[in-house]
């Protein structure tokens, strides 16, 4: 089982949509930032084509960014970028490789925190087909394409972007049988809460959004054997040589 790095300044994180943070690993974020670790988003899509209500189409991908940045701010975190790729059609191609590569250059980050693109057959609402190519298009990004200084040769040419090695990743709803590390989030479950409530559009019509949280988390920190009344998020940590 390896063990995550101790020398973290800066993390990176990728996701699909807004709010998939906040439900995978917004405890743990705003455990980084209490430890006074910087962290950063990068969201693919805009969550255009979510949401449960009558909100026109045209209006629902601004309001999600708004949210997410509200949800960011109730973590402590206020680098949000978005790349403004479609929601429900994002697939792991070199356009979305190299955006994402921009953002490890530009934020630097000695941690990647993204989305298995790995089925988890036992929970396939983790699996959206946009969070596993958000995965596979971050890993890509990590490895070969950012620390390589010959991968898109525009990101050095144009805008000054020097290559930068990540040295490690952190993988968010990835199988159970891959999961090899737990965060206790327990003392900072409150801002897990607050920032999904932030995202008004996709929690308001859940009155049990706490106590759903807190089963989930419950159980996960049941399957690591932590201490009863415990509250956790699960990941795969991966070393990158």
Same mark, same amino acid.
């Given at each position: 089982? !390896?063990?995550?790095?101790?020398?973290?300044?800066?993390?990176?994180?990728?996701?699909?949509?807004?709010?998939?943070?906040?439900?995978? +690993?917004?405890? &743990?974020?705003?455990?980084?930032?209490?430890?006074?670790?910087?962290?950063?988003?990068?969201?693919?899509?805009?969550?255009?084509?979510?949401?449960?209500?009558?909100?026109?189409?045209?209006?629902?991908?601004?309001?999600?960014? +708004?949210?997410?940045?509200? +949800?960011?701010?109730?973590?402590? /975190?206020?680098?949000?970028?978005?790349?403004?790729?479609?929601?429900?059609?994002?697939?792991?191609?070199?356009?979305?490789?190299?955006?994402?590569?921009?953002?490890?250059?530009?934020?630097?980050?000695?941690?990647?925190?993204?989305?298995?693109?790995?089925?988890?057959?036992?929970?396939?609402?983790?699996?959206?087909?946009?969070? *596993?190519?958000?995965?596979?298009?971050?890993?890509?990004?990590?490895? !070969?394409?950012?620390?390589?200084?010959?991968?898109?040769?525009?990101?050095?040419?144009?805008?000054?972007?020097?290559?930068?090695? /990540?040295?490690?990743?952190?993988?968010?709803?990835? !199988?159970?049988?891959?999961?090899?590390?737990?965060?206790?989030? &327990?003392?900072?479950?409150?801002?897990?809460?607050?920032?999904?409530?932030?995202?008004?559009?996709?929690? +308001?019509? *859940?009155?049990?959004?706490?106590?759903?949280?807190? &089963?989930?988390?419950?159980? /996960?920190?049941?399957?690591?054997?932590?201490?009863?009344?415990?509250?956790?998020?699960?990941?795969?940590?991966?070393?990158?040589?």
């Amino acid at each position: 089982m !390896p063990t995550p790095r101790t020398d973290v300044e800066r993390v990176l994180v990728v996701t699909a949509h807004p709010d998939d943070v906040d439900f995978g +690993a917004a405890g &743990t974020v705003a455990s980084w930032v209490e430890a006074g670790i910087d962290v950063a988003y990068c969201i693919c899509t805009s969550g255009d084509a979510g949401g449960f209500d009558d909100t026109p189409r045209a209006e629902m991908g601004p309001l999600r960014e +708004a949210e997410q940045r509200a +949800a960011a701010k109730e973590l402590g /975190v206020s680098d949000v970028t978005f790349l403004g790729y479609p929601d429900g059609r994002l697939v792991a191609d070199i356009a979305l490789r190299r955006d994402i590569s921009r953002q490890i250059r530009r934020v630097r980050p000695h941690r990647v925190l993204t989305q298995s693109p790995e089925i988890w057959w036992e929970r396939i609402g983790a699996s959206h087909p946009d969070h *596993r190519a958000a995965g596979e298009a971050a890993i890509a990004a990590v490895y !070969p394409d950012a620390r390589n200084p010959f991968a898109h040769p525009e990101l050095l040419a144009d805008e000054g972007l020097e290559a930068w090695t /990540v040295p490690e990743m952190w993988l968010m709803a990835a !199988p159970q049988e891959r999961a090899n590390h737990v965060v206790d989030i &327990t003392s900072v479950f409150d801002k897990k809460v607050a920032s999904l409530r932030a995202h008004i559009s996709q929690t +308001a019509h *859940r009155t049990d959004l706490d106590e759903l949280l807190r &089963t989930a988390g419950s159980s /996960v920190a049941r399957r690591f054997d932590l201490p009863e009344g415990r509250v956790a998020e699960a990941f795969q940590v991966v070393a990158i040589g």
